[in-house]
C-alpha cells in the first residue's frame, strides 16, 4: 500500500503563486519508486489531470491550461513531490490531489493506483 499526504494549499489572490507538496509512504512505494501526479477537481466538476512526473524524473507532462504556469517536481530520497504554482487564476480554484501509479502512463487517462486526500486551493479575483 501506498500513502499520499499532500499539504500547501490555501487561498490566494489572483497572480499569486503556491507551492503544493506531496509526501508519500508506504512498504509498496518503499520498495518501487512510482510515477506521481497531481490532478485537481473543482466543484461540479470532474477530476482533471494536472501534471505528472516519471519515475525516475526524465518525463514531465502538463496538461494545457497550466503548461508555463505549474511545475512539478520530486525527490525519490525525500520520497515527495511537489507542485509549483505561479500566476494563479480563479479557475485554478480545487481540491488537488497527489497521485500515485507504477508507470505515467496511467495518469492522463485519469487512472493512478493511489491518491491522497487533497488539498484545498483558492484563488480569489
Known amino acids: 500500500q501506498v500513502q499520499l499526504v499532500e499539504s500547501g494549499g490555501g487561498l490566494v489572490q489572483a497572480g499569486g503563486s503556491l507551492r503544493l507538496s506531496c509526501v508519500a509512504s508506504?512498504?509498496?512505494?518503499?520498495?518501487?519508486?512510482?510515477?506521481m501526479a497531481w490532478f485537481r477537481q473543482a466543484p461540479g466538476k470532474e477530476r482533471d489531470f494536472v501534471a505528472s512526473?516519471?519515475?525516475?524524473?526524465?518525463?514531465?507532462d502538463y496538461a494545457d491550461s497550466v503548461k508555463g504556469r505549474f511545475t512539478i517536481s520530486r525527490d525519490n530520497a525525500k520520497s515527495m513531490v511537489w507542485l509549483q504554482m505561479n500566476s494563479l487564476k480563479p479557475e485554478d480554484t480545487a481540491v488537488y490531489y497527489c497521485?500515485?501509479?507504477?508507470?505515467?502512463?496511467?495518469?492522463?487517462?485519469?487512472?493512478?493506483?493511489?491518491w491522497g486526500q487533497g488539498t484545498q486551493v483558492t484563488v480569489s479575483s
Open positions: 508506504g512498504r509498496t512505494f518503499n520498495s518501487y519508486v512510482m510515477a
Open positions: 512526473i516519471s519515475n525516475g524524473g526524465v518525463s514531465i
Open positions: 497521485a500515485a501509479a507504477t508507470t505515467a502512463r496511467k495518469m492522463r487517462p485519469g487512472v493512478p493506483d493511489y
